[in-house]
């Protein structure tokens, strides 16, 4: 079974920094695999900040958060990270990780125009991240 476990959140001041992880297991990251970064800040919708491919590691960056946030994969650790950098009181939220094998397979990442929320076969637990302003 594949399973996702997030960790690396927590109260920051404005500007400040934290590195989310995501550590996979049930799949290699030689398989073809995009593993993705969300948040959820409540009363919002979930949304998409960011994603890699596990075989090639293209990365995808919403809007939001280009330029301060950095995905990056270590294949042999099986893990995900999520250097956030600059962070605002508007990043405020719980942050999840998702896989899926099947929804960007084949897909250069740094193409993509938006990232899909629907479809991702598997979830983390979410980890919340305050940012106090």
């Known amino acids: 079974d594949v399973q996702l476990q997030a960790s690396g959140g927590g109260l920051v001041q404005a500007g400040g920094s934290l590195r989310l992880s995501c550590a996979a297991s049930?799949?290699?990251?030689?398989?073809?695999?995009?593993i993705g970064w969300f948040r959820q800040a409540p009363g919002k919708e979930r949304e998409g900040v960011s994603c890699?491919?596990?075989?090639?590691?293209?990365?995808y960056y919403a809007d939001s958060v280009k330029g301060r946030f950095t995905i990056s994969s270590d294949n042999a650790k099986k893990t995900v990270y999520l250097q956030m950098n600059s962070l605002k009181h508007e990043d405020t939220a719980v942050y999840y990780c998702?896989?899926?094998?099947?929804?960007?397979?084949?897909?250069?990442?740094?193409?993509?125009?938006?990232?899909?929320?629907?479809?991702?076969?598997?979830w983390g637990q979410g980890t919340q991240v305050t940012v106090s302003s």
């Open positions: 998702a896989a899926d094998p099947v929804l960007y397979q084949g897909v250069n990442m740094t193409h993509l125009d938006i990232m899909l929320v629907n479809g991702w076969g598997h």
């Open positions: 890699i491919s596990s075989s090639d590691g293209s990365t």
């Open positions: 049930g799949f290699t990251f030689d398989d073809d695999y995009a």
